[in-house]
């Protein structure tokens, strides 16, 4: 079954170009592309794409509002965010409203596969400069609060939260802990909902603070 995509790019000629990329590639369905966050939040909360490749710069409503209005409506679909340059402050307010990652528009087309497939697998491309910040912003909310909600997950669901801030990806944790890659993403849903996050980088943010862990980051391989 192919994983289903989806669009939302106000440059038409971009737009063309990624619907081909995925449609003419085996594994991918693009199954909708929008030219606006006005119509995208119209209607991708009841198409439910797998992953949605979301412009920043969009006109009228811009992608980072979008990617929250979303997230709050349709909190399983994965977002990850497109950039002509890595805005540091737009990139990382992204994250902080639940997208996955990012991607930079002039990543070549293989790169570009390869970091969607690894999103789906339940990574979060980034480079480590972001990634940094992520852990930074982890070190001013209470740290009681935070700790509070890491006492609410399981042995077993501390366990793949703690790998996932490793940079492990879904398929590496279910080998490493000898269960399928669909009891994984069941455990990282299950954190998601008692952690109140909807990205993996926040959660990771919120096991940081709360747990008093040493940052994976900037050297985590699969950042």
Same mark, same amino acid.
């Given at each position: 079954?192919? *994983?289903? #995509?989806?669009?939302?790019?106000?440059?038409?000629?971009?737009?063309?170009?990624?619907?081909? #990329? *995925? %449609?003419? $590639?085996? =594994?991918?369905?693009?199954?909708?592309? &929008? @030219?606006? @966050?006005?119509?995208?939040?119209?209607?991708? +909360?009841?198409?439910?794409p797998d992953v949605v490749l979301m412009d920043i710069n969009l006109p009228g409503l811009d992608g980072i509002e979008c990617v929250r209005q979303l997230k709050e409506r349709a909190p399983s679909i994965l977002?990850? /965010?497109? $950039?002509?340059?890595? %805005? $540091? =402050?737009?990139?990382?307010?992204?994250?902080?409203? !639940? @997208?996955? !990652? &990012?991607? #930079?528009?002039?990543? +070549? +087309?293989?790169?570009?596969? @390869?970091?969607? /497939?690894?999103?789906?697998?339940g990574g979060a491309p980034m480079t480590s400069h972001i990634a940094r910040k992520v852990v930074e912003a982890f070190r001013s909310p209470p740290a009681a609060k935070a700790a509070d909600k890491i006492v609410e997950l399981s042995a077993r669901e501390t366990e793949v939260l703690e790998m996932l801030?490793?940079? *492990?990806?879904?398929?590496?944790?279910?080998?490493?802990?000898?269960? =399928? *890659?669909? $009891?994984?993403?069941?455990?990282?849903?299950?954190i998601y909902e008692k952690l109140h996050v909807q990205s993996r980088s926040q959660a990771i943010v919120k096991y940081l603070h709360g747990a008093g862990a040493s940052p994976p980051f900037p050297s985590d391989p699969k950042k």
């Open positions: 079954m192919a *994983f289903r #995509l989806s669009i939302v790019e106000d440059d038409a000629g971009v737009r063309a170009s990624l619907v081909r #990329l *995925f %449609n003419e $590639t085996p =594994g991918f369905q693009c199954v909708s592309d &929008y @030219a606006s @966050a006005e119509k995208a939040l119209e209607r991708l +909360p009841a198409e439910k977002v990850v /965010m497109l $950039t002509v340059y890595e %805005n $540091t =402050g737009q990139v990382f307010q992204a994250l902080q409203a !639940g @997208a996955t !990652g &990012y991607l #930079l528009k002039r990543t +070549p +087309p293989k790169q570009l596969l @390869a970091a969607v /497939m690894d999103v789906l697998e801030a490793r940079g *492990f990806l879904i398929k590496e944790i279910g080998d490493q802990l000898g269960v =399928g *890659f669909g $009891t994984v993403r069941t455990y990282v849903r299950r």
